[in-house]
């Protein structure tokens, strides 16, 4: 699938030695690749935990985007190993461009979530791994905006859950 702003082919020799050459328009630029990341969280058992994700660009300069809470969903690896893939409905609205977002390295989009509305309550005590994912589909063409799309995946934080009735014993000495 082609890019709006960058055109790749492959071209394949069908004849002498095997060999595959990537050429790429020489009017075409590399679409900046956006970074996203989730701060690490802490909650008590049952608790409504905030996922604190955090969208920029990465290399190539800056890009424009439009970032929503439904673009975003979480994978999850719960204390006991199982595995959960947590999201809100789609989006239903429509892009205007006001809601595309430039982006650079320094400047993104901060969005603070409610865990519990993305991936129910938080019940296992435990460490869970949770990692980022951000789907864009939206590409601004209809308002002449070259704006990133494709799905961007976080490096894996850890989301501890803290029982109820465990108390933490001060470091010392033991008896």
């Known amino acids: 699938m082609a890019n709006a ?10 004849s002498g030695p095997k060999a595959v050459r990537k050429a790429t328009s020489p009017l075409s630029r590399p679409m900046p690749i956006l970074a996203i ?11 409504r935990p905030t996922l604190r994700v955090r969208v920029v660009a990465g290399s190539g300069g ?6 929503r809470p439904e673009h975003v969903s979480f994978r999850v690896v719960t204390p006991s190993g199982g595995r959960i893939e947590c999201a ?16 650079s390295s320094s400047r993104g989009v901060a969005l603070a979530l409610d865990g519990t509305s993305f991936c129910g309550r938080f019940e296992e005590p435990g460490i869970y791994e949770i990692a980022p994912v951000l789907t864009l589909r939206e590409s601004g063409a209809e308002w002449r905006l070259e704006a990133a799309t494709g799905t961007f995946v976080g ?3 850890a989301l501890r859950v803290r029982s109820t009735t465990y ?6 000495e033991t008896r």
């Open 5 to 14: 702003s960058t055109i790749t082919l492959w071209l394949f020799m069908t």
């Open 37 to 47: 990341s989730l701060a690490p969280a802490d909650t008590i058992r049952g608790g």
């Open 62 to 67: 800056p890009v424009r985007a439009f970032v």
């Open 88 to 103: 809100l409905p789609p989006y239903a609205g429509r892009a205007l461009p006001d809601f595309f977002a430039r982006l």
């Open 155 to 157: 490096a894996p934080t």
């Open 167 to 172: 108390v933490e014993q001060p470091a010392g």
